[in-house]
């Protein structure tokens, strides 16, 4: 008897053997027992989780001589001969090689007879993406309304391709890819009925080398047993697969741990003589890394599933998380940088390199050199975040330097800045009670300003009162003035709540608005020039700060002073 490969002996034959598609074997078996029969459905998904292996099923549960159920017998005539591929009224159809108009509609010429066996005629068609927009049109009026006696099961690993008439005619059904966990346990259960021994490292290998597909999964242990002798060995696995030994990940971060960059050169090297692939090998130190970012935050969550829990614990806990974060920001900048390096061993050390040559900035605002940041001496409330156009997301001092700066993972922070106190005038200082001021005789844009601000007005009345200038005509009616091309913000519910502010803080004053141009500043202008002034500050005390010139000169950076952020 020919063997049977593993991904054919152990296909699924009914729904409880289904592996990782629970919600689409749950609906399905749920409409069979209802009798609520949609007339075509389309299986979604990547290669390998089981799409024509459902369609197969229900084909079954809808044939079987028992009659239509979730729990086809699989012993009758019709059962094994679609297990077989012979079943006369399961027509498959490969949407591959089939996608001109002619061979569609040669196909939809038969289906208005009457199934020759079945109870059902089934019509699978595979990758059905593949067919041409002609084929889809012709296949539109019978798949709206096919008969009775007819069922389509369209299956498709892109279903963006697909025209939207067709996926509106359908009942569609996304299939998941496998996680790890479950191709494991799968394999796990094959093995066992296979009575071949296997490393737990070996089948997690086997599952990310799947990358979701069980079908794979299974073809690559085949493989393995094949370059095994029947055995499953992490080693054979590994030079199977062309993965990367983990101990030599684990031997580049005991150099890094160690800041020896000889050491971290020599690992390198050996990887050199072994014609690792460094792509692979830069993959697999982000995984490693993520898998130590998880063993910090939660440590419980690291299994032993690859043999490594305690050795990825223990650099865990050697490692900092500023460091640990900054190393996985470095190595995928690496990954997306390797094609560009000269070669990709060359890529990958100075990769490494990088990682040596910095780190995060962990100082405290105090333990900031005096003097080291203009930015650092200003008074005033402002957090300025400068936007720097640069490849790498650390800095570096220049040789001048007194004190070289450490490596930051993102962009310079710089503390609050404002401008200088110097420039600000004394009548621009808040006043605690700016109405007295006004009712004095102390008339002037700046009392007005800070009264529109203290007013306690919001939203469009507060905007209405930001525009107007309150003029002062003595011994007759206040003016409240506003400039025509700003009229429409007095209407609605604007101009009401400012009276009623005016009326409650100046009841001995009669108050009329006119619309005319203010002679004065207005609060809005004296907003928008104060807010100029802090931002000429900000950017100024950036240009001059020392981490900025170093971002500029080492890396050709260059400040955005749109970008700047400051607070009120």
């Not at 029947?230 to 580049?252: C, H, Q």
């Not at 640069?390 to 700066?405: C, D, F, G, L, R």
């Not at 003035?481 to 429409?488: G, H, T």
Request: glycine share 4%.
């Amino acid at each position: 008897m020919s063997y049977h490969v593993l991904a054919r002996k152990y296909r699924p034959r009914c729904f409880q053997e289904l592996v990782g598609q629970e919600v689409v074997a749950r609906a399905l078996s749920h409409a069979l027992e209802q009798n609520r029969l949609h007339h075509a459905y389309l299986f979604t998904g990547t290669r390998g989780v089981g799409k024509t292996t459902i369609a197969r099923i229900l084909s079954r549960c809808l044939n079987c001589e028992v009659g239509i159920s979730a729990n086809p017998c699989g012993e009758c005539s019709t059962c094994r001969e679609i297990d077989e591929g012979r079943f006369v009224d399961l027509i498959e159809v490969d949407a591959a090689s089939r996608t001109k108009v002619e061979d569609t509609r040669e196909l939809l010429d038969n289906v208005q007879y009457a199934p020759t066996r079945g109870r059902y005629k089934v019509y699978l068609i595979d990758e059905v993406h593949m067919l041409s927009g002609h084929s889809f049109n012709a296949l539109l009026k019978t798949l709206e309304e096919p008969p009775p006696h007819v069922k389509f099961l369209l299956a498709t690993t892109d279903p963006q391709k697909l025209p939207i008439t067709i996926l509106s005619r359908c009942l569609q059904f996304a299939l998941k890819p496998m996680t790890p966990e479950r191709v494991v346990g799968h394999l796990q259960q094959v093995l066992a009925a296979e009575q071949i021994t296997a490393d737990d490292a070996a089948l997690w290998l086997l599952a990310r080398g799947a990358q979701g597909s069980m079908r794979d999964a299974l073809s690559l242990t085949d493989q393995a047993i094949a370059f095994g002798h029947g055995a499953l060995v992490e080693a054979d696995v590994r030079t199977l697969l062309g993965s990367i030994d983990r101990d030599v990940v684990f031997r580049v971060l005991d150099a890094l741990l160690a800041h020896d960059a000889a050491a971290v050169l020599a690992v390198v090297a050996g990887m050199a003589e072994q014609s690792i692939d460094f792509a692979g090998a830069i993959s697999e130190l982000i995984s490693v890394l993520h898998r130590l970012a998880v063993a910090q935050a939660v440590p419980q969550a690291i299994d032993n599933s690859e043999g490594d829990r305690e050795r990825l614990l223990a650099i865990a806990q050697a490692l900092t998380a500023e460091d640990l974060q900054l190393y996985y920001q470095m190595a995928l900048h690496g990954r997306r940088d390797l094609p560009l390096a000269v070669d990709a061993r060359s890529g990958f050390e100075m990769t490494l390199l990088r990682m040596l040559s910095f780190r995060p900035d962990t100082r405290s605002p105090s333990a900031s050199p005096a003097g080291s940041s203009d930015a650092q001496k200003a008074g005033a409330a402002v957090s300025v975040v400068p936007s720097v156009q640069a490849a790498p997301i650390v800095t570096a001092a220049p040789v001048s330097m007194p004190e070289p700066v450490i490596a930051s993972v993102a962009a310079p922070v710089v503390a609050p800045v404002a401008a200088p106190t110097a420039h600000t005038p004394a009548s621009e200082v808040a006043d605690a009670h700016p109405q007295s001021r006004l009712m004095a005789g102390d008339w002037s844009a700046e009392a007005w300003a800070q009264w529109v601000e203290r007013s306690g007005l919001t939203g469009a009345p507060l905007n209405l009162a930001r525009h107007t200038y309150l003029h002062q005509q003595p011994n007759s009616a206040w003016e409240l003035r506003l400039a025509p091309q700003f009229q429409m913000l007095a209407g609605g519910q604007a101009f009401p709540p400012l009276q009623q502010a005016l009326a409650r803080d100046f009841p001995a004053q009669a108050i009329h608005m006119s619309m005319v141009d203010p002679e004065v500043e207005t609060p809005i202008q004296r907003r928008q020039r104060l807010l100029a002034a802090r931002r000429a500050a900000a950017e100024d005390a950036l240009r001059n700060d020392p981490v900025v010139k170093a971002l500029e000169s080492t890396f050709e950076a260059r400040l955005i002073p749109e970008s700047l952020t400051l607070t009120h």
